[in-house]
């Protein structure tokens, strides 16, 4: 993976499955490519929404978002990735038809977001997807079994652009209350 010479932060809010599924997406996704670049199992989520990159690290923009992702109010809910989407330079996982429960949390999380004044990236909008790999391949779209889990918990994550590190920043649970946990 590439390395950045001028430190890149970009914040992110997602859901991400548990251990046990992960392992398994990421087995699938060997199998499926195994000389892709893969994306690394700690790293799987399902992004809700995401900020435009910092060249300084946005301590004031983490703390606001925090504060604010405490009023997230949102059920648990359960999500099925069961489509297998392959475009020109990547692999993702997507639910095959709309999840109700995902769109209203990724709803609450776009509120936040404005509520706290967090630039949103340009060009960014919700299409529920979990990458798997990278690799330039003829596009194609299939249906598969899929891989499921209860979504219990919204996270907070700071990724450091080009260097495959993601920082947890705040994690929340999902009870439909204003219960938080900040990392």
Known sequence: MESRTTPLYRLFFAVKPPALVTRQIDHFAR???PDAQHVAAAHQHVTLGITTDAIDYPYEVIKTLRRAAGGIRAEPFDLLLDRLSIGGRSAALRPSRRNTGLALLQAEVERVMQRAGATARPGWRFEPHQTLFYRDTRPTQQRIAGFGWRV????????HVGHTRHEPLGAWPLT??????LL
Do not use: N
């Open 31 to 33: 199998t499926l490519a």
């Open 152 to 159: 219990e918990e919204l996270v907070l994550l700071c990724s």
């Open 176 to 181: 439909g209350g204003e219960q938080y946990q």
